[in-house]
DNA sequence: GTCACCTTTGACGATTTCTTGACGGCCCCC
DNA sequence: GGGGGCCGTCAAGAAATCGTCAAAGGTGAC
């Protein structure tokens, strides 16, 4: 089933587009602010995003890019404001189709057919391999040998970055306000915590890492 | 170069987007009925395709259609008929966006770069090269004939200041400000230091470099 | 209430990185 | 020719970071 995250303050829209989303076959959650919405993406891996710029907490662009940072789900962007220059912002994030309100439902309903679409047959599933072990991000299942592994939610979070950037540095601070949120800067005893975890259940070789890498003093890397 | 196949039938639309897109570097072709755009697109296999729904000669759902039956192209359907009937009808035919007329140029083009971002995820991180070093600053990797190059968090900080700022001149103080902060301004003994240790892992002759030249007096500069 | 699991915290050597001081060579100016 | 300033280089102590172990909260299931 397709997952689709609805992310709006405005109750009212949010209940319609729930209905109508359910109604033709789509598996729906629902945030209200740009925070929520970060958490619930990260936690249910949408297939798509229907996101409204109006948000009580942080601007649009930035909830983009940050969903940006780590998935390639198409994004849907909802806004009253009609001006070009606000349409061509949140494009160049990254959003992937801009709908200005009022909308015609039919038409939205759509532009998601549209939109998962193409991602749909696209990517099967993208499994990675480290080490002796294959992690399939969508299907949230990690196997080593025939044996499945159980990774903790937190831990699928890390890895998730880090997979999603193979073999770029992610920094830190970055990987701690993509997993802990925005209030995270220095806990960095919280990412040697976890990457020593995932080293354990992933790596061939815990204490040699060949795939989960630290960079001394700036944050560690995933090399395919 | 993207290619990009327009196929409308007023000639002075189809020109405006021509002229458009070949400013921002689209290699561009243009159709002016049904039949010839699907003859053009066999023939030259388009990036992406603009498509103008009101054609003499075909209707603009066949004509998605046609495309459709081998490309997986972006489509972006231009029309000036706004009912949410046409817009409907379109995208399940296989288009990927609807715009309609009159539309802001810059939308246009903010939406033919979001369809070619999906489309076309080849884009490697930008490279640079020094001596017979690449550096790559965006996944923070430095190689040197397959072997791989480390570099500490305060070299990367003085060198990517220096290669965002390819050709000119900064001065040892800014270098200060920018890697150490506000509050150091004469130690330029740091610069000393750490300048000798980036001559020495990327240039090919650190006694004489080539790349990361010294302007006595002034500070330093990167010569691509 | 108990249990199992996950997250958060604290602390400690081992290692890497940063800072600091000193010395000689070079160039320019006097 | 002499002097001063600036640069490149080397070496060693100080500081920060990492991996690891251990254990204290928290939460939900039963």
Chains 1, 2 share one sequence.
Do not use: C
Not at 13 to 34: F, K, M, P, Q, W
Not at 173 to 194: A, F, S
């Amino acid at each position: 089933m397709i997952k689709v995250l609805v992310v709006d303050d405005e109750p009212q829209i949010a209940r319609a587009l729930r209905i109508n989303l359910a109604a033709h076959g789509y598996e729906v959650s629902t945030a209200s602010d740009g925070a929520q919405a970060l958490r619930a993406a990260a936690a249910i891996v949408p297939d798509l995003v229907v996101l409204d710029l109006g948000l009580p907490d942080m601007d649009g662009t930035e909830v983009i890019a940050g969903l940006r940072g780590w998935t390639k789900a198409p994004i849907l962007v909802l806004s009253g404001r009609a001006a070009s220059a606000e349409k061509i912002a949140a494009l160049d994030a990254g959003a992937d189709d801009y709908v200005t309100k009022p909308f015609d439902i039919g038409e939205l309903l759509a532009r998601v057919r549209a939109a998962t679409r193409r991602s749909g047959p696209g990517a099967d599933s993208p499994v990675t391999e480290i080490g002796g072990a294959t992690v399939d991000l969508a299907a949230r299942e990690v196997h080593r040998g025939g044996e499945e592994i159980r990774l903790t939610p937190t831990e699928w979070q890390l890895l998730e970055v880090l997979l999603r950037n193979p073999g770029k540095l992610v920094g830190q601070r970055e990987l701690l306000h993509r997993v802990w949120g925005p209030n995270y800067d220095r806990e960095t005893n919280y990412l040697r915590q976890y990457m020593a975890q995932l080293r354990k259940k992933l790596e061939e070789d815990p204490a040699r890492p060949a795939h989960l890498l630290t960079e001394p003093g700036m944050g560690y890397r995933f090399r395919p």
